[in-house]
């Protein structure tokens, strides 16, 4: 009697496993984009040792953006960020014109001497090329 009980209970539960499986995923579908930058605060100097908060303003392109973080780059000194979103895809997308401005931060730890470069995705020029906005922060004595 108890092995046919455990035979029961272990073919219920493989059924209820291969039931649950589904093929078809109704979640939606999304891509990462780059947003433009459209103005950076940053402070005039940095002081090794310490950290800076910078603030980034962007405007979402449409409805179907979300701010997803940013994408970064480190060469030396040369600091690239450029500013990413999650884009639904096969959505009803509306394009937003002149949209509210909006703020994401970020903590910066000064740990080098001499200057920071720091380079934000602006956006493609006519030709097709990436253009930053570009900062030099000078580092200074403690």
Known sequence: MKKLVSIVLLLIASLLTFSSCTIEDDSPNYRFEF????????????EIGKSYEIKV???????CHYYDGFYYEKDLN??????QTKVIEGGQCTPIEDGELKEATFDFFVNNNGSYIFKFYAGETSTGENSFLEYEIPVGPR
């Open 35 to 46: 947003i433009p930058v459209e103005s950076v605060e940053l402070p005039e100097s940095f």
């Open 57 to 63: 303003h962007y405007r979402l392109p449409s409805n």
């Open 78 to 83: 040369t600091r690239t960020f450029a500013l």
